[in-house]
């Protein structure tokens, strides 16, 4: 792992959600490796076995990392991740909302249970967890929240029309609460990603001709996301370096979008 301790997050309060793999994982080690503390947020559910692995990973890095289940799509558990990071380390200098959803299907064939899952996940999960973190961080007269975004919510992309509309939300999200809170030192921005090598997305990245279409003809940098793509643009936004950043949405697509 590269030496991000340039970015003096040296026992920084960082909360991820969906932390236990691809994107998360990658970014709570690299905020870990930064000098933060970790709360880390997993889904209730199997596969506590990868969480755990990744508390040893920080906690071997001379880190804290505290565990804590929640479910973003209920705002009860978004609140509770909040007091339970206060109740723990004092304080919250980090959000990272990370946790999403999303199905891929021809917009006519989408249903209502699937459509409130994706904005569930994606939208309002992101806004009440920032809620509930906000609160905290307006009262230290400090704070950064960042928020995980997609290429897809600046451009359109066939059979993507839900998340794309969530993830446009949450760019904007950005937008609006920093114009409410940045006077007061808290900072909101996204970092928005390409399509990135994880294991929900193997089903796609595997589909015949794929990898040519989208490296030859789409990433002009040739290649796909690695998670670890991502560490640098939030340990970024993450720091004082980025006191200045606003409501931006910073790009991590390769060139994608300058088509």
Excluded at 141 to 148: E, F, P, S, T, Y
Excluded at 223 to 236: H, K, M, S, Y
């Amino acid at each position: 792992m590269p030496d991000y301790s340039s970015f003096d997050l040296k026992d920084k309060i960082a909360v991820v959600t969906g932390a236990s793999q691809g994107i998360g994982r990658a970014i709570a080690l690299g905020l870990a490796q930064a000098g933060a503390h970790l709360v880390l947020a997993k889904y209730p559910g199997p596969r506590m076995e990868e969480i755990q692995q990744l508390q040893q990973e920080i906690e071997a890095l001379g880190r804290q990392a505290h565990i804590v289940i929640t479910d973003v799509n209920k705002v009860t558990d978004c609140r509770a991740l909040v007091d339970q990071t206060i109740a723990r380390f004092g304080r919250i200098d980090i959000l990272v909302n990370n946790a999403s959803w999303t199905g891929t299907g021809d917009a006519l064939d989408v249903t209502e249970e699937e459509y409130d899952k994706t904005f569930d996940a994606t939208v309002k999960s992101i806004f009440f967890a920032s809620q509930a973190a906000g609160r905290v961080m307006l009262a230290q007269g400090k704070g950064r929240i960042i928020n995980i975004g997609s290429n897809f919510g600046e451009i359109a992309f066939k059979k993507r029309a839900v998340y794309a509309a969530a993830k446009a939300a949450v760019h904007h999200m950005a937008k609006a609460l920093s114009l409410e809170w940045a006077h007061q030192g808290v900072l909101v921005n996204t970092v928005a990603p390409c399509i990135t090598e994880t294991e929900s997305r193997k089903n796609i990245l595997e589909r015949p001709g794929y990898k040519e279409w989208a490296t030859q003809e789409m990433i002009p940098r040739g290649r796909w996301n690695q998670p670890e793509d991502l560490i640098g643009a939030v340990l970024f936004l993450s720091s004082d370096f980025a006191d200045m950043i606003v409501g931006h949405t910073l790009m991590v697509d390769g060139g994608w979008t300058i088509h």
